[in-house]
């Protein structure tokens, strides 16, 4: 069984920046494609960005290319997701997920086997 708890959303003013941390215990995160997705009220849940297993290739949605940045520690068993230059269209609950062992850079939520409960991030104007 694997757990992930996110951290690090929070309030912030359009223009600044957050990082959000995704831990896991129970297993390692080290040989699995990890993602970040957001859900924002009335709207599909959808991948902002995600990183295979070797950290060789990232897939990041059109809206936070050059913002956003996803990486990991596999020391830490961490994945994080700096968010740069937030814009009130950022506001969402954000979740991580574990992808597959030895995985790619999926979009597609059906390649997510475990999930975190998620850390609002709001985006002030």
């Known amino acids: ?3 992930l708890v996110e951290s690090g959303g929070g309030l912030v003013q ?3 920046s957050l990082r959000l941390s995704c831990t896991a215990s129970g297993r390692t995160l080290s040989s699995y494609a990890m993602g970040w997705f957001r859900q924002a009220p009335g709207k599909e849940r959808e991948c902002v ?3 295979s297993w070797d950290d060789s290739s990232t897939y990041y949605t ?3 290319k050059g913002r956003f940045t996803i990486s990991r520690s596999n020391a830490k068993n ?8 937030l814009k009130p269209e950022d506001t969402a609950l954000y979740y991580c997920a ?10 597609y939520t059906g390649a997510y086997d475990y999930w975190g409960q998620g850390t609002q991030v709001t985006v002030s104007s």
Do not use: C, E, F, P
Request: glycine share 16%; aromatic share 6%; proline share 0%.
């Open 49 to 51: 960005v995600a990183i």
């Open 14 to 16: 359009a223009g600044g």
């Open 62 to 64: 059109d809206s936070v």
């Open 98 to 107: 574990r992808g597959r062992l030895r995985g790619g850079s999926s979009y």
């Open 1 to 3: 069984q694997v757990q």
């Open 78 to 85: 961490t994945v994080y997701l700096q968010m740069n230059s």
